[in-house]
């Protein structure tokens, strides 16, 4: 028996299994960014000892056993005297009562993924026809399909219309309620995927976005292409593991993880839709069509495909093309004769969500040099104009999405989201997500961590107040008491212990620095090669596109050099560009083509074996770069310089 606390589940687990295994049978709510591997050291949970009568059980350290090397590595000795243990690498073996600390504990991620404005032409994949039809008499008894097809090819030109088969069975009675006036729903001019008795003009369709962290949908209004109502969840494949990378070694490890993980993303699918339906007062089965973006992972484990050899040079995935699948076969519960239209994928890493992006941001039509930074757990790049385009994708890592960062956390209430240090004083003013304050402003700010658009701002901000060099570096001589160390590596307080609920100060350490330079270096090194490919030396229009990319601060991603200059006024964010690419496939089916064209166009850039590749890195590891220029920040850095 295992109880978690301070949640409460509780059940009986079998022996042998891991803690982090046993909370996600149970419901237990444990941080595992690096999906049970013990990389990224986010797993502590404490076992409670003596006897509990409200369970019946003794709980004691002897019911665990530890395995691996992450126990010794991410805890001190005296944690492991009080019983902290690393969640994934300690087994099961009789009754424990486990404590989850605050900053082990997931949270309720605060999905940031709004549609955003966009003028979309509508031509969607399913239209409603209204038909009267010829009553059958002893002298005309034609079959009832024969009948509404006759129809269709007499007032609307439709003609060879076949029909998915489950609505045949229910015709008849449908024709006869609707005293023989029926509304027709056909999909790409070519099948009859439903019928309802009399006049029933309104259709509704679904654009879903399912990101490594967050999953969004979009219902939209067939007729008028309005966004009538958007819901949005935390993937619930998190549990398995935070990056693609861990999703398919999930997946990889059998016992089923493919199952898993197919299940839980359907199921929230599914929850995604009918909670949209309700809210824009309809019902689930009203949703006629579907459309759907994914990275190539997220886009397989969706279909049930294994994503085993995404993982393996040369990444190929099982399926470039766009494809058009039944719902009900995936197991989404909207129409039953409903298609899924799934975008098609590029390259690799690069997948449907790129796709979304690009045929939402067009950068084939344009004159201009574009650089399309989608910043997530995997960042991805495309650059290039209506002459050439160009794709790649770089690990940045997770520390952007807060993994891996020593008091790093995703984005939810409580994690520091923006802050600024004051160059003179060295002190800091920071807001945490849930708070509209500033620390200065209130006496209880609550920090629990910090998240991707705080670290961008902290290496940002300590760069430019000299807390840290340009290469990284802790100044030493720096005098400032929120200037620490830490088993002789230093630190730089950003939160006070009393402004925090975790019971520690929230600190930036060398190590986070070291991550951060590496994320962003693989970014810059990414985008530099591509502009060594397509022969230019500079780019007219940054686009940071992604749900994290409206939330960095524009200034303070171009100070850490997270891609080349370019004037401040021509960087964007534009939100969820690869949410709003399947919006635009599924309200236009112009775009399914083009997004088809254009996936196959876009040259994709291996980085990994680019032989350049490791010196542009290095290159690029510093705030901003080693030796590039910044004209535009020039006056930024100046200042900089002369302290
Ligand atoms: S170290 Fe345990 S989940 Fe990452």
């Known amino acids: 028996m295992v109880v978690f606390q301070p949640c409460g589940v509780r059940g009986k687990i079998e022996d042998g299994a891991t803690i982090l295994e046993a909370s996600q049978q149970l419901g237990a709510d444990i941080e595992s960014i690096c999906g049970g591997k013990g990389n990224c050291g986010k797993c502590r949970v404490r076992i409670e000892r003596g006897y509990f009568a409200k369970y019946g059980i003794r709980s004691k350290i002897a019911s665990v056993a530890m395995i691996g090397e992450a126990n010794e590595k991410f805890l001190s000795k005296a944690q492991l005297k009080q019983n902290y243990r690393m969640a994934c690498q300690t087994l099961i073996h009789g009754d424990a009562v486990v404590f989850v600390p605050e900053e082990s504990r997931q949270g309720r991620q605060v999905v940031r993924k709004e549609a955003t404005l966009r003028d979309i032409k509508l031509k969607p994949a399913v239209k409603k026809y209204f038909i009267e039809l010829k009553k059958p008499t002893l002298h005309n008894n034609l079959g009832d399909l024969e009948r509404i097809q006759a129809g269709l090819a007499e007032k609307y030109k439709l003609r060879n219309l076949t029909i998915d ?253 923006k802050l600024k240090i004051d160059p ?129 601060d524009k200034e303070s991603a171009a100070v850490i050099g997270l891609f080349p200059d370019c004037a401040p006024e021509n960087v964007y964010a534009v939100g969820n560009a690869a949410g709003d690419g399947a919006r635009i496939a599924l309200l236009n089916t112009d775009k399914r083509k083009e997004a088809d064209v254009m996936a196959r166009r876009v040259e994709y850039v291996e980085l990994t074996i680019e032989p350049e590749f490791n010196s542009t890195f290095t290159r690029a590891l510093s705030f901003p770069h080693a030796d590039d220029e910044f004209p535009h920040l020039k006056r930024i850095l100046n200042n900089r310089r002369k302290k």
């Not at 495309?382 to 891996?404: D, V, W, Y």
């Not at 509209?436 to 700010?445: D, G, P, S, Y």
């Not at 629990?448 to 570096?473: E, H, N, T, V, W």
């Not at 397509?534 to 780019?539: E, Y």
């Open 165 to 417: 088969y489950p609505i045949l069975q229910n015709l008849q009675n449908i024709a006869r309620d609707g005293d023989w006036k029926v509304t027709v729903s056909v999909w790409n001019k070519k099948e009859i995927i439903d019928i309802e008795p009399g006049n029933a003009p309104k259709a509704y369709g679904l654009a879903v976005d399912i990101g490594t962290t967050t999953v969004a949908g979009y219902l939209c209004d067939l007729t008028t292409g309005e966004v009538v109502a958007t819901n949005s969840m935390m993937n619930p494949q998190v549990a398995y593991g935070e990056d693609v990378m861990s999703r398919i070694s999930y997946a990889v490890k059998g016992k089923g993880g493919l199952k898993q993980m197919n299940r839980a993303i359907i199921k929230g699918v599914n929850q995604i839709a009918g909670r949209a339906a309700a809210r824009a007062g309809i019902k689930r089965t009203d949703i006629i069509d579907f459309a759907v973006v994914g990275n190539t992972c997220m886009h397989h484990i969706f279909l049930n495909i294994d994503p085993e050899y995404l993982g393996r040079t040369p990444f190929s995935p099982s399926v470039h093309h766009s494809l058009n699948i039944k719902a009900r076969d995936l197991g989404i519960k909207i129409a039953p004769s409903a298609y899924v239209h799934v975008l098609p994928i590029e390259a690799g890493f690069v997948g449907a969500d790129n796709v979304g992006v690009l045929i939402a941001e067009e950068p084939y039509n344009q004159d201009e040099i574009l650089l399309i930074i989608d910043i997530g757990t995997n960042g991805e790049l495309i650059m290039g104009n209506r002459k050439k385009l160009l794709s790649s994708s770089c690990a940045t890592g997770p520390a952007f999405e807060g993994a891996e960062i020593k008091h790093g956390m995703r984005a939810a209430p409580g994690a520091i989201e």
């Open 424 to 552: 003179k004083t060295g002190e800091v003013q920071f807001k945490v997500i849930g708070n509209e304050h500033w620390n200065t402003e209130v006496n209880n700010i609550s920090a629990r961590g910090i998240c991707g658009s705080g670290i961008f701002d902290a290496a940002a901000q300590m760069f430019l107040a000299g807390i840290i060099d340009k290469g990284g570096r802790f100044n030493s001589r720096l005098k400032s008491p929120r200037l620490q160390k830490d088993g002789g590596t230093p630190e730089y307080v950003i939160a006070r212990k009393e402004e925090t609920t975790v019971g520690h100060e929230i600190v930036i350490c060398q190590k986070d620095i070291r991550a951060i330079q590496l994320a962003k270096g693989a970014m810059y090194a990414g985008a530099r090669i591509m502009m060594k490919r397509l022969g230019i030396d500079k780019i007219d229009k940054v686009i940071l596109a992604g749900a994290f990319g409206s939330y960095i």
